[in-house]
């Protein structure tokens, strides 16, 4: 042991624990890395096909004069904020859909958790589970779009908006994870998709993949429809 | 189904693949952040986190993050997003302009052992590199998600003291990059936490 160490014994033995520390979180980021490269894999290969459908409907639904309300709670309410303001306002973009020689169109939509003046209104007079079930039913047409997002697929103010929103008529799009809880047995939502992950965050990064495509497929198949190349045989 | 859009999927989840895992090449950038983080927590720190557009919803969803952990027994910390208050944003914007919306509340928010993080997608966001340059004047730990080749302007300021960039030209992938990666810095500052010993800051990686 040097003087220096001799003194100060406990600044070494804190810079071993340290050395052990850091190589476990490097270790660790490394490890989450391949869970979500993995889990999109896996959403692909059992949702690809019925993310094309869905992105299809909704262009058929913007086409039609939709718009389109997002909402879910917490994390799940920036992903519902996200998905309103990609739409409305995608901004110069280089990739994607651009290589078809298209470019994005703003696309009318709605977070229903941007109105903090509406939320805490309807929380504090009635509950919190009416929050998104009762702006759907005073704005929303039918023909619109209602997309919640939830990991569990339990919360109850996500189940009363998809209720509100199939008594309406309007194209409804899921976004789940675990094993789609109630959203999956309500049986109703048009388009639902489940991640099958049991961590709330891989579940959060592979729905935001999801919402993504969804939109970059939705410009597509918006421009194609208006340039008459779609090959839908409608 | 229109074929072509049906084609275009693989596509479209083949472009994540490569940025993601260039996440994994940046682990001891991820490692060294998370401790820096850590220790300002530890010394009474507050997270701030701005970014415009869709970043501001990162911004919110990083502050939730920290404040109400989704891992049941995981520690409250403190934070808050400077995108929320929409009337100060705005109020801000229509006199000083928008590139001064998140400095000018830094000056009054932030305290010195505050920690920073601005995101910016192509790191060119002129009010994002404001906001840090004034944390960096005032004492705050500085970390910048950003996008690109080299990170932009923000990822070379010498005000960011950890940038962690994603390799993406696409601003969608370059945020699903960004939500990993606050995920990741969000669970492995609570790994320092777990050994207090590590987070004496005369003790550096």
Same mark, same amino acid.
């Given at each position: 042991m040097s003087d220096i160490e001799a003194l100060y014994p406990f600044l070494y033995s804190r810079s071993t624990d340290l050395d052990a520390v850091m190589t476990s979180v490097r270790e660790s980021t490394v490890e989450k890395v391949d869970e979500i490269v993995t889990l999109r894999r896996t959403v692909l290969e059992r949702d690809g096909e019925r993310i094309a459908a869905c992105a299809e409907a909704m262009a058929g639904a913007f086409a039609a004069g939709a718009r389109l309300f997002a909402f879910g709670n917490g994390g799940s309410s920036t992903d519902a904020q996200d998905v309103a303001t990609l739409f409305m306002n995608p901004g110069f973009t280089n990739t994607g859909f651009m290589n078809t020689g298209g470019t994005a169109r703003p696309l009318p939509a709605f977070a229903l958790t941007a109105d903090i003046a509406v939320v805490t209104a309807l929380a504090n007079d009635?509950?919190?589970?009416v929050v998104f079930a009762r702006q759907l039913a005073a704005s929303a047409f039918a023909g619109d779009i209602a997309l919640g997002l939830s990991t569990s697929g339990n919360s109850r103010n996500l189940i009363a908006a998809f209720e509100e929103a199939d008594r309406r008529g309007m194209l409804t799009v899921g976004l789940a994870g675990y094993g789609g809880g109630q959203m999956a047995e309500l049986g109703t939502i048009d388009h639902l998709f489940v991640?099958?992950?049991?961590s709330v965050h891989r579940i959060q990064e592979a729905q935001t993949t999801i919402y993504h495509a969804l939109w970059e497929l939705t410009q597509q198949a918006l421009i194609r429809s208006e340039a008459g190349d779609s090959d839908d045989g409608a | 189904m229109d074929q072509a859009v049906l084609a275009r999927v693989p596509e479209v989840f083949a472009r994540r693949v490569g940025p993601a895992l260039g996440l994994a090449d940046e682990a001891d950038v991820v490692a060294r952040a998370c401790h820096a983080m850590a220790t300002r927590f530890h010394g009474g720190g507050r997270l701030i986190v701005f970014g415009n557009g869709e970043a501001a919803t990162d911004a919110q969803h990083i502050s939730v993050e920290f404040v109400h952990p989704v891992i049941v027994g995981k520690r409250a910390l403190p934070s808050f997003s400077l995108t929320s208050d929409v009337a100060t944003i705005t109020g801000v914007a229509a006199t000083a302009g928008l590139e001064e919306v998140f400095a000018h509340q830094l000056r009054r928010?932030?305290? @010195?052992?505050d920690i920073a993080l601005g995101i910016s997608s192509d790191g060119g966001c002129v009010n994002v590199l404001r906001g840090l340059e004034t944390a960096h004047r005032l004492g705050l730990l500085t970390l910048a998600l950003t996008g690109g080749d080299d990170g932009g302007p923000i990822g070379r300021s @010498?005000?960011?003291d950890h940038v962690l960039i994603a390799r993406s030209a696409d601003p969608r992938v370059v945020k699903e990059v960004h939500v990993t990666t606050y995920h990741i810095l969000w669970e492995l500052v609570h790994v320092f936490f777990e050994q207090p010993g590590v987070l004496d800051p005369r003790v550096l990686p």
């Open positions: 009635i509950g919190f589970e991640v099958p992950s049991a | 928010l932030a305290a @010195p052992q @010498p005000a960011v």
